[in-house]
């Protein structure tokens, strides 16, 4: 049976970590680490993640705002709100709560973001730094990042070599997972939907990532005995077991098959979840750091 990377216990670990750096900054006189989530409409889903997010920033210590606004928000106020938020001093990282309503151009408000408070890391700078390998500032995507801590923790931080196939190919989680797996010197494949018979690449990987959305999609007889299974996907599917109306979390890896070949995975709830909104408190306390003049923390 694989070992369960508990993601949860890491994320403990490095939101202590952000706590003590938070700490320390105040210490020498800068001001606290800012961080503005703004989230627009309702989308119950979305709210759960921003509301554990405001906590999780409030217990490091940070300076913590949260927009929410009315679904009905122009394109217009919001880039008015990223703009005001782009020359506030207290504020050193900005999240906007994706998707947006469809009467809003997404790509258009995430680059109105100043590059150095773009702690979801999808600001274009921040994109190419990290295809470029410049890596000292870069921000990279919280979700990527979070999981190349979990693959380290199981596989240590010299991945040279390693097979790595990243399923799913988009902005916020594949390609960045891709390019930090590859800038950790794997060899790196990226299959998408009109990849050709993914179960037999699949069972190439060391390090198998799935960032599919598709509940249960990676079966156990994809994975290669020993490799390291690392599950971002999160599907609410009906689970009528628990009763009416009832729903479940589910990956995208079928757990209970993929947990008898895997050597370590990642289950959902619990792995790569925290991570996410723990990376996102690393973020922003290291921007807070690149502001005051000192030297970025190492994670
Ligand atoms: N744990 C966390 O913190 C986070 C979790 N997530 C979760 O991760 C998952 C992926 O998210 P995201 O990257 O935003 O999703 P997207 O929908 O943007 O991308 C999905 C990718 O999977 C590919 N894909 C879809 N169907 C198949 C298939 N049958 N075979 C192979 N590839 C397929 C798509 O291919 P193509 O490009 O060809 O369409 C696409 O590249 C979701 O479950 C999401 O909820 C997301 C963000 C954070
Ligand atoms: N600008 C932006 N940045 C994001 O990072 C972003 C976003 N938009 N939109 C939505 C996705 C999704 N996302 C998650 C964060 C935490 C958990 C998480 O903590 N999950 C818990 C379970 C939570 C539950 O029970 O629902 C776990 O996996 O254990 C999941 C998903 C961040 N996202």
Same mark, same amino acid.
């Not at 207290?90 to 998707?99: F, N």
């Not at 792995?271 to 996102?280: E, F, K, N, R, Y």
């Given at each position: 049976? #694989?070992?369960?990377?508990?993601?949860?216990?890491?994320?403990?670990?490095?939101?202590?970590?952000?706590?003590?750096?938070s !700490?320390?900054?105040?210490?020498?006189?800068?001001? *606290?680490?800012?961080?503005?989530?703004?989230?627009?409409?309702?989308?119950? #889903?979305?709210?759960?993640?921003?509301?554990s997010?405001? *906590? %999780?920033?409030k217990? +490091?210590?940070?300076?913590? &705002?949260?927009?929410?606004?009315?679904?009905?928000? %122009?394109? $217009?106020? =919001?880039?008015?709100?990223?703009?005001?938020?782009?020359?506030?001093?207290?504020?050193?990282?900005?999240?906007?709560?994706?998707?947006l309503?469809?009467?809003?151009?997404?790509?258009?408000?995430?680059?109105?973001?100043?590059?150095d408070?773009d702690? $979801?890391?999808?600001?274009?700078?921040?994109?190419?730094?990290?295809?470029?390998?410049?890596?000292?500032?870069?921000?990279v995507? +919280?979700t990527?990042?979070?999981?190349?801590l979990?693959?380290?923790r199981?596989?240590?931080?010299?991945?040279?070599? =390693?097979?790595a196939?990243?399923?799913?190919?988009?902005n916020?989680? !594949?390609?960045?997972?891709?390019?930090?797996?590859?800038?950790?010197? +794997?060899?790196?494949? &990226?299959?998408?939907?009109?990849?050709? @018979?993914?179960?037999?690449?699949a069972?190439?990987? @060391?390090?198998?990532?799935? /960032?599919?959305g598709?509940?249960?999609?990676?079966?156990?007889?994809?994975?290669?005995? !020993?490799?390291?299974?690392?599950?971002?996907?999160?599907?609410?599917i009906?689970?009528? $077991?628990?009763?009416?109306?009832?729903?479940? =979390?589910?990956?995208d890896?079928?757990?209970?098959?993929?947990?008898?070949?895997?050597g370590?995975?990642?289950? &959902?709830?619990?792995?790569?979840g925290?991570? %996410?909104?723990?990376?996102?408190m /690393?973020?922003?306390?290291t921007? #807070?750091?690149?502001a005051?003049?000192?030297?970025r923390?190492?994670?």
């Amino acid at each position: 049976m #694989a070992d369960v990377i508990d993601g949860k216990k890491v994320a403990e670990e490095v939101v202590g970590k952000v706590k003590t750096l938070s !700490g320390a900054l105040h210490a020498k006189g800068a001001s *606290r680490p800012g961080l503005a989530v703004v989230i627009v409409g309702e989308d119950p #889903a979305s709210q759960v993640y921003v509301s554990s997010k405001s *906590r %999780t920033a409030k217990e +490091c210590g940070f300076h913590s &705002v949260q927009h929410t606004l009315p679904a009905d928000t %122009t394109e $217009d106020e =919001l880039l008015g709100l990223i703009h005001d938020m782009n020359a506030d001093h207290a504020i050193h990282g900005i999240l906007v709560q994706l998707p947006l309503p469809s009467h809003i151009d997404a790509g258009k408000v995430i680059q109105a973001i100043a590059p150095d408070k773009d702690v $979801d890391g999808f600001h274009f700078v921040n994109v190419g730094k990290l295809g470029a390998g410049e890596m000292e500032t870069a921000f990279v995507p +919280c979700t990527p990042a979070g999981s190349m801590l979990l693959i380290e923790r199981v596989r240590g931080k010299d991945l040279s070599g =390693l097979n790595a196939v990243v399923v799913g190919r988009s902005n916020i989680v !594949g390609k960045p997972m891709a390019n930090l797996l590859l800038a950790a010197n +794997c060899t790196v494949t &990226v299959a998408h939907s009109r990849t050709k @018979d993914l179960p037999a690449l699949a069972r190439t990987a @060391d390090i198998l990532v799935a /960032a599919v959305g598709r509940p249960e999609m990676v079966k156990g007889d994809w994975v290669k005995p !020993g490799a390291t299974v690392i599950d971002v996907g999160i599907n609410r599917i009906p689970a009528p $077991d628990k009763g009416p109306g009832k729903s479940r =979390l589910v990956g995208d890896v079928a757990y209970e098959g993929a947990a008898q070949v895997a050597g370590a995975i990642t289950p &959902v709830p619990g792995g790569v979840g925290p991570m %996410t909104i723990a990376m996102l408190m /690393a973020n922003t306390v290291t921007s #807070a750091y690149l502001a005051a003049g000192l030297d970025r923390p190492s994670f």
